[in-house]
């Protein structure tokens, strides 16, 4: 029967890293078939949409590199480190223990859970190499490799009464904390990104961001080169343990079958 759940379990990876492999394929080829444009170039092409009657509709996916900058309202502060910045997510996660008695043994149950995150969905800017200015909508979107500033565990200390001067400890707190774990991560302004989405011009200006049909919306610390060649490493990989995992997922579950 061990055999049996083996082999599922192998065949449950399989089909989670062939999702993961198209995945990666699909965002290489995105990347391959989009111009990087510089601003200036995406404002002449909105222009000649203004000129034909469709002001408001000009879409364009397309790539633009350049420095984060803030904001016309000014920085964000980061809530956990209080970091200037364009972009910032913070994870505060709660580790445990839990103590249960099976067959007149104890076990030990560890385990984590998230108790608050937030990521920023507020605007920011990017300036090309030739200084020209395009909005970017970050629309709740992970960015790939941004600055992690916070990364601590702070362990649980329940205080009980204090009697003569004496701290005892909280004989009720039965919660098993261990301690909380907090991380947070920021974009600084300056910082060099590489985006990959949609330029349209619906609130006026030129943003980038989601596209509103198919397609990728990948903003990034890294290079375009740095992105492309992660990609196809991973693919590579994948393309080569799927394989491997699904064989080894199939033979495990017939010989738990046979067996």
């Known amino acids: 029967m061990a055999v049996v759940i083996v082999g599922v379990v192998l065949l449950v990876a399989v089909a989670v890293g062939f999702y993961f ?7 290489l080829h995105a990347m391959i078939g989009a111009e990087t444009l510089p601003v200036n170039e995406l404002e002449l092409l909105r222009k000649a949409s203004d000129e034909v009657g469709a002001r408001g509709g000009f879409r364009k996916e397309c790539e633009v590199v350049g420095a984060a900058r803030p904001r016309p309202e000014g920085v964000l502060i980061s809530e956990l480190s209080k970091t200037e910045c364009v972009w910032f997510r913070y994870v505060v ?4 223990e839990r103590v249960r008695y099976r067959d007149g043994r104890r076990h030990v149950d560890r385990g984590s859970e998230t108790v ?4 920023s969905w507020e605007g920011y800017a990017l300036r090309d190499g030739h200084g020209m200015l395009i909005g970017v909508d970050p629309n709740g979107t992970k960015p790939d490799r941004p600055e992690q500033v916070v990364d601590r565990f702070e362990p ?3 205080q009980g ?5 004496f701290q005892l400890p909280n004989i ?3 919660s098993g904390t261990v301690g909380y774990e907090y991380k ?3 974009i600084r302004p300056g910082r060099w990104l590489y985006i990959l989405g949609e330029a349209h011009d619906k609130i006026g200006p030129l943003v980038i961001g989601k596209p509103e049909q198919k397609g990728f919306f990948i903003i990034s610390t890294r290079s375009e080169q740095e992105v492309r060649d992660s990609l196809r490493t991973q693919h590579r990989l994948l393309a080569f343990g799927i394989p491997a995992a ?3 997922g199939i033979v495990c579950v017939v010989l738990g079958i046979v067996l």
């Open 246 to 248: 699904a064989l080894a």
């Open 172 to 174: 009720l707190d039965n």
């Open 161 to 165: 009464p204090t009697v003569f001067g």
């Open 184 to 186: 947070e991560w920021v």
């Open 21 to 27: 492999m198209r995945r990666a394929r699909d965002e």
């Open 116 to 119: 608050a995150e937030h990521t």
């Open 156 to 158: 649980h200390n329940p």
């Open 93 to 96: 996660k709660r580790r445990y």
